[in-house]
């Protein structure tokens, strides 16, 4: 990196944290710091959700993820736009009408301590995990491409949020990620831009959409039901509803987001607009990823995109150096094809997409056979495919700004987390069984801005020891389905199925919770093959049918 990218990157950094602490330096009292004192407007309460949601793995991972599998992954987001509708009619006037810090508070009244207390626990345990991914995320691909120092790149990323996240608290989370979003749209325009400018004078977009068509990469319908397929349209309308019903109604991060809101209104306002524009801003993104494809089918790409300097000594095997000449002489032949194609002198893509075909059989090869040399090295490299292309082909300064992009959106995300968790365990532990009422507000608030510093210093304690996975965008999904199932079924309960009462309810999301990770356990070991989105139907469904099977129980029972 250059001087002037370093620059930009710390300048950028620095004074949205210093923007942040700054504007928030007054809260005195534990409802503005845990609540904002209700004054966000409906923009600022849009644009927050959707930071808070589109953490640095998304900018990182998403066009990776349509560089490799193509645009299918926008299906996950189908159910979205239905779930806030449902969200702002039944969830949002149940909430603003209690003056609820927490979801969790709500669940208390409507059925006992226990299944407050449990559910509250639930969302700890999947938020608590998530928050060091989200650290670790950019971290290890930063470390890898860049040659920083991993665990000092994790401290950086920790220690800013953990600032301004503990001086301001709800408030400084909600309008640093106004800025922090429009860092990050304004970094992925920039990308789109130059990758652009990578492609030959002949091929616009247009053309470039016909390339990545031709190549199996814009089939963004799949009408197809196998359960093992986790991007069709039935899992993403079905899963991706319950997954976004879950998330955002009932996941502390997202609902801190708009229990700060000016009103009933503004809140629902701010929920509509992530509605509205979740489904663009991440086609966007796949879009991106799309054309870094197109990009390198006339640009040489490198045969594996985690160039790292352990992997440096084993590609002096000579068995490796053979696959990657072959693999440069078919991209340069298909390369021809394309050239040709683009040109008017030919119209079929049936050499090119089998040479296409051959490049990534070798490209498999080869990252097999790295992995026998090289044990450490993790074969799967969606997540280093874009931040590559980057400091490939974007120009010194603009590189700083892309690297403030991804730092934006680890903060943004992970200061929503730890903003909620220190939220839930106030409210919901520490208020509920060790403070003394309303008595001493200073010693509240103090406690919550202590428990906001130990939940981001956990969160980089979990980065710091977390292991990279397949995918990273996937993995906090996962992550999420594994608990986020249970948690919407007593909800579901709580607002929809007034006569089943909390003890049912209580077992019945440990007997969902438990069947979900055996599930999982199968899926895993390949026992079974099902959608992880469809751990949030199956967890949801088994709460239902589970309590409602045991208060008809104890009725038959009393009787």
Same mark, same amino acid.
């Given at each position: 990196?250059?001087?002037?990218?370093?620059?930009?990157?710390?300048?950028?950094?620095?004074?949205?944290?210093?923007?942040g602490?700054?504007k928030?330096?007054?809260?005195?009292?534990?409802e503005?710091?845990?609540?904002g004192?209700?004054?966000e407007?409906?923009?600022?309460?849009?644009?927050?959700?959707?930071?808070?949601?589109?953490?640095?793995?998304?900018?990182l991972?998403?066009?990776?993820q349509?560089?490799e $599998?193509g645009?299918?992954?926008?299906?996950i987001?189908?159910g979205?736009?239905?779930?806030?509708?449902?969200?702002?009619v039944?969830?949002?006037?149940?909430?603003?009408?209690?003056k609820?810090?927490?979801?969790?508070?709500?669940?208390?009244?409507?059925?006992?301590?226990?299944?407050?207390?449990?559910?509250a626990?639930?969302?700890l345990l999947?938020?608590?995990?998530?928050?060091?991914?989200?650290?670790?995320?950019?971290?290890?691909?930063?470390?890898t491409?860049? $040659?920083?120092?991993?665990?000092l790149?994790?401290?950086?990323?920790?220690?800013?949020?953990?600032?301004?996240?503990?001086?301001?608290?709800s408030?400084?989370v909600?309008?640093?990620?106004k800025?922090?979003?429009?860092?990050?749209?304004l970094?992925?325009?920039?990308?789109?831009?130059?990758?652009?400018?990578?492609?030959?004078?002949?091929?616009?977009?247009a053309e470039?959409?016909e390339?990545?068509?031709?190549?199996?990469k814009?089939?963004?319908v799949?009408?197809?039901?196998?359960s093992s397929?986790?991007?069709?349209?039935?899992?993403?309308?079905?899963?991706?509803?319950?997954?976004?019903?879950?998330?955002?109604?009932?996941d502390?991060?997202?609902?801190q987001?708009?229990?700060?809101?000016?009103?009933l209104?503004a809140?629902?306002?701010?929920?509509m607009?992530?509605?509205?524009?979740?489904?663009?801003?991440q086609?966007?993104?796949?879009?991106v990823g799309?054309?870094v494809?197109?990009?390198?089918?006339?640009?040489?790409?490198?045969i594996?995109?985690n160039?790292?300097?352990?992997?440096e000594?084993?590609?002096?095997?000579? $068995?490796?150096?053979a696959?990657?000449?072959?693999?440069?002489?078919?991209?340069?032949l298909?390369?021809?094809?394309?050239?040709?194609?683009?040109?008017?002198e030919?119209?079929?893509?049936?050499?090119?997409q089998?040479?296409?075909?051959?490049?990534d059989?070798?490209?498999?090869?080869y990252?097999?056979?790295?992995?026998n040399?090289e044990?450490?090295?993790?074969?799967?490299?969606?997540?280093?495919?874009?931040l590559?292309?980057?400091?490939n082909?974007?120009p010194?300064?603009?590189?700083?700004l892309?690297?403030?992009?991804?730092f934006?959106?680890?903060?943004?995300?992970?200061?929503?987390e730890l903003?909620?968790?220190?939220s839930?365990?106030?409210?919901?532990?520490?208020?509920?069984f060790?403070?003394?009422g309303?008595?001493?507000?200073?010693? $509240?608030?103090?406690?919550?801005?202590?428990?906001?510093?130990?939940?981001?210093?956990? %969160?980089?304690i979990?980065?710091?020891?977390?292991?990279?996975?397949d995918?990273?965008?996937?993995l906090?999904?996962?992550?999420?389905?594994?608990?986020?199932?249970?948690?919407?079924?007593?909800?579901?309960?709580?607002?929809?199925?007034?006569?089943?009462?909390?003890?049912?309810?209580?077992?019945? %999301?440990?007997?969902?919770?438990?069947?979900?990770?055996?599930?999982?356990?199968?899926?895993?070991y390949?026992?079974?093959?099902?959608?992880?989105?469809?751990?949030?139907?199956?967890?949801?469904?088994?709460v239902?049918l589970?309590?409602?099977?045991?208060?008809?129980?104890?009725?038959?029972?009393?009787?």
């Amino acid at each position: 990196m250059s001087g002037i990218d370093w620059a930009i990157l710390v300048l950028t950094l620095l004074s949205i944290v210093l923007y942040g602490t700054w504007k928030t330096r007054k809260n005195s009292n534990l409802e503005g710091y845990l609540k904002g004192n209700n004054s966000e407007n409906w923009a600022t309460i849009g644009l927050s959700i959707m930071a808070t949601q589109a953490s640095a793995i998304t900018f990182l991972s998403t066009p990776g993820q349509a560089y490799e $599998d193509g645009m299918g992954f926008i299906q996950i987001y189908f159910g979205l736009p239905l779930a806030m509708i449902i969200i702002s009619v039944f969830f949002l006037p149940i909430y603003y009408r209690l003056k609820v810090y927490t979801a969790y508070q709500y669940l208390e009244q409507r059925f006992d301590v226990k299944v407050r207390s449990l559910t509250a626990l639930l969302f700890l345990l999947s938020r608590g995990l998530s928050a060091g991914i989200t650290i670790f995320a950019p971290a290890i691909i930063l470390s890898t491409l860049l $040659d920083w120092n991993l665990q000092l790149t994790c401290l950086v990323i920790g220690v800013l949020v953990i600032v301004y996240t503990v001086s301001g608290g709800s408030r400084a989370v909600s309008i640093t990620q106004k800025w922090q979003m429009a860092v990050i749209m304004l970094g992925m325009f920039v990308a789109f831009y130059y990758v652009l400018d990578t492609l030959p004078n002949e091929v616009g977009i247009a053309e470039g959409v016909e390339i990545a068509g031709k190549m199996g990469k814009m089939e963004i319908v799949d009408l197809s039901v196998q359960s093992s397929e986790n991007y069709t349209l039935w899992y993403g309308l079905l899963g991706g509803l319950f997954l976004s019903l879950s998330y955002f109604g009932t996941d502390q991060s997202q609902v801190q987001r708009y229990l700060g809101g000016k009103s009933l209104k503004a809140s629902r306002m701010g929920l509509m607009m992530n509605g509205i524009l979740k489904i663009p801003m991440q086609f966007f993104i796949l879009f991106v990823g799309i054309m870094v494809f197109v990009s390198y089918q006339f640009n040489k790409p490198p045969i594996i995109f985690n160039e790292s300097v352990t992997i440096e000594k084993a590609v002096q095997h000579e $068995d490796l150096i053979a696959i990657e000449t072959n693999y440069d002489a078919i991209h340069k032949l298909k390369q021809i094809e394309l050239q040709a194609i683009t040109k008017g002198e030919k119209s079929d893509y049936t050499q090119a997409q089998h040479l296409q075909a051959e490049q990534d059989s070798l490209r498999k090869e080869y990252k097999t056979k790295l992995q026998n040399l090289e044990p450490t090295y993790e074969k799967t490299d969606h997540d280093y495919i874009f931040l590559n292309f980057v400091l490939n082909y974007l120009p010194k300064g603009l590189i700083g700004l892309l690297l403030a992009m991804i730092f934006s959106a680890a903060m943004s995300s992970t200061a929503g987390e730890l903003n909620a968790l220190a939220s839930t365990t106030t409210i919901d532990y520490y208020k509920k069984f060790w403070s003394k009422g309303d008595e001493d507000e200073k010693k $509240d608030l103090k406690v919550s801005k202590l428990l906001t510093v130990g939940w981001g210093v956990l %969160a980089i304690i979990v980065a710091l020891t977390a292991g990279l996975f397949d995918n990273l965008i996937e993995l906090v999904n996962i992550l999420g389905s594994l608990f986020y199932g249970t948690i919407l079924g007593v909800f579901l309960i709580a607002f929809f199925f007034k006569k089943i009462g909390g003890k049912p309810t209580f077992y019945g %999301a440990i007997i969902a919770e438990i069947v979900v990770l055996i599930v999982h356990l199968l899926n895993v070991y390949e026992v079974i093959e099902i959608s992880y989105l469809l751990y949030n139907l199956i967890g949801s469904a088994l709460v239902i049918l589970s309590a409602y099977l045991i208060q008809s129980i104890q009725k038959s029972n009393n009787n």
